[in-house]
């Protein structure tokens, strides 16, 4: 079945640091990609998604480009905000059937230090 | 615009005991609704989804069930609550035949 594999958390960077978090996806078809960012005591918001190969998807200065030689999708960031704390979770949507559900990652917790 | 409510917003029950976790999406019709759970440092696993009124897919076997009694009403029920169902439950909906999830704000359940 489909499945996603992220960066093991914690990740501390210090404000204005390059932030890269590594996703990689296996799935038997032609998938949509998304990060999705969880602030403490908060459910999930969408951050960004692509939805085929080549694709760039990009939000409040977060990028990731959907790599489909590497099965890729790692998101970055060139200078990161204390503001920018919290959970990061890459999840693909299967793009067959009705119920597109989401398969999410297992989550990286990034805390950003002033 | 759309949105979407859950509640309770904290919960803390004693094992044995039921649970009803209600869902409601606002501002739009026929939407596919999911239930995810997200145990203490895990990640979200898909409990139940729906695509229609009384239509309801499970991913998991687990004690815990799901009704869809109105179109933008999502309901998550356990008969009898074990320790390990404590966690943060979220909602979402998509539009149909869209990936893209919108997320409410969770419950977190606490099973004593």
């Known amino acids: 079945g489909d499945s996603v594999t992220q960066m093991e958390g914690p990740v501390t960077l210090s404000e204005e640091a390059f932030l890269t978090i590594n996703c990689t996806y296996t799935?038997?078809?032609?998938?949509?990609l998304f990060w999705y960012v969880q602030y403490p005591g908060e459910g999930l918001q969408l951050l960004l998604k692509a939805t085929k190969a080549d694709d760039k998807g990009s939000n409040k200065g977060f990028e990731a480009t959907y790599r489909k030689e590497t099965t890729s999708f790692h998101l970055e960031k060139g200078s990161v905000q204390v503001s920018d704390s919290a959970v990061y979770f890459c999840?693909?949507?299967?793009?067959?059937?009705?119920?597109?559900?989401?398969?999410f990652g297992s989550g990286t917790q990034l805390t950003v230090l002033p | 615009s759309q949105t979407i409510h859950q509640w309770p917003a904290t919960l803390v029950q004693p094992v044995g005991s039921p649970l009803s976790l209600e869902c409601t999406v606002e501002g739009t019709s026929n939407p596919n609704l999911y239930w995810y759970r997200q145990a203490a440092g895990r990640g979200l696993q898909l409990l139940f989804y729906?695509?229609?009124?009384?239509?309801i897919s499970s991913e998991v076997p687990q004690n815990l069930s799901a009704s869809r009694p109105q179109d933008r009403q999502f309901i998550l029920s356990s008969k009898k609550l074990l320790l390990s169902d404590s966690g943060f439950y979220l909602c979402?909906?998509?539009?149909?035949?869209?990936?893209?999830?919108?997320f409410g704000p969770g419950t977190r359940l606490t099973v004593l």
């Open positions: 999840a693909l949507s299967d793009q067959s059937g009705s119920a597109r559900q989401l398969t």
């Open positions: 729906s695509v229609g009124i009384g239509q």
């Open positions: 799935a038997t078809g032609y998938p949509s």
């Open positions: 979402a909906w998509s539009p149909p035949g869209v990936s893209t999830g919108y």
